[in-house]
T-cell receptor, first 113, second 114 residues
Framework: AQTVTQSQPEMSVQEAETVTLSCTYDTSESDYYLFWYKQPPSRQMILVIRQEAYKQQNATENRFSVNFQKAAKSFSLKISDSQLGDAAMYFCAYRSGPWGTRFGAGTRLTVKP | DVKVTQSSRYLVKRTGEKVFLECVQDMDHENMFWYRQDPGLGLRLIYFSYDVKMKEKGDIPEGYSVSREKKERFSLILESASTNQTSMYLC?????????????FGPGTRLTVL
């Protein structure tokens, strides 16, 4: 079965600095998608960024970018120029079929002013 | 914008009660999901549905059932609530087809079973 591991339960970053959240996953599939979701204190989960496994180019969305290492099964999220509004739980997620997404345990990010 | 709503933000029930959690989405999505969120465990899939009256078990279906009589509505049922079902419950929906489709989440229901 596929598993998603986030080894950092908590991280903190100074405002305007850069932080990287780690994620590894285990799968025998060759075609899949990886996601980072953000859950702010208000609890509505939203998509931050997604990566197609067959694409070597790392996905980027404004201040958010990923480092996707397919062979190592690693999918880290880099947040540049951190803002107070980035404070949230971040979940790494994996999907290989029409069924539900498999999520990691989450990393709580604190942004210090 | 896609909107997924859940009937309650907070719910307190007693052990043995039958509990209904309702979820409604307004974007005509085929797929709907129920997750349970616990600290240190992330989100775990309870059930999902890919069409009206269709359902599939997820990773932790024990103690739960679901109902999907209309495309926009997906209900999670706790037949006899127990204290170990105290948790945050998240509903999600996504369009059918490609697996790259993100899931759109509701705000969650925090259920406490006393």
């Amino acid at each position: 079965a596929q598993t998603v591991t986030q080894s950092q339960p908590e991280m903190s970053v100074q405002e305007a600095e850069t932080v990287t959240l780690s994620c590894t996953y285990d799968t025998s599939e060759s075609d899949y998608y990886l996601f980072w979701y953000k859950q702010p204190p208000s609890r509505q989960m939203i998509l931050v960024i997604r990566q197609e496994a067959y694409k070597q180019q790392n996905a980027t969305e404004n201040r958010f970018s990923v480092n996707f290492q397919k062979a190592a099964k690693s999918f880290s999220l880099k947040i540049s120029d951190s803002q107070l509004g980035d404070a949230a739980m971040y979940f790494c997620a994996y999907r290989s079929g029409p069924w539900g997404t498999r999520f990691g345990a989450g990393t709580r990010l604190t942004v210090k002013p | 914008d896609v909107k997924v709503t859940q009937s309650s933000r907070y719910l307190v029930k007693r052990t043995g009660e039958k509990v209904f959690l309702e979820c409604v989405q307004d974007m005509d999505h085929e797929n709907m999901f129920w997750y349970r969120q616990d600290p240190g465990l992330g989100l775990r899939l309870i059930y999902f549905s890919y069409d009206v009256k269709m359902k599939e078990k997820g990773d932790i279906p024990e103690g739960y059932s679901v109902s999907r009589e209309k495309k926009e509505r997906f209900s999670l049922i706790l037949e006899s609530a127990s204290t170990n079902q105290t948790s945050m419950y998240l509903c999600a929906s996504s369009p059918a087809g490609q697996i790259y489709n993100e899931q759109f989440f509701g705000p969650g229901t925090r259920l406490t079973v006393l």
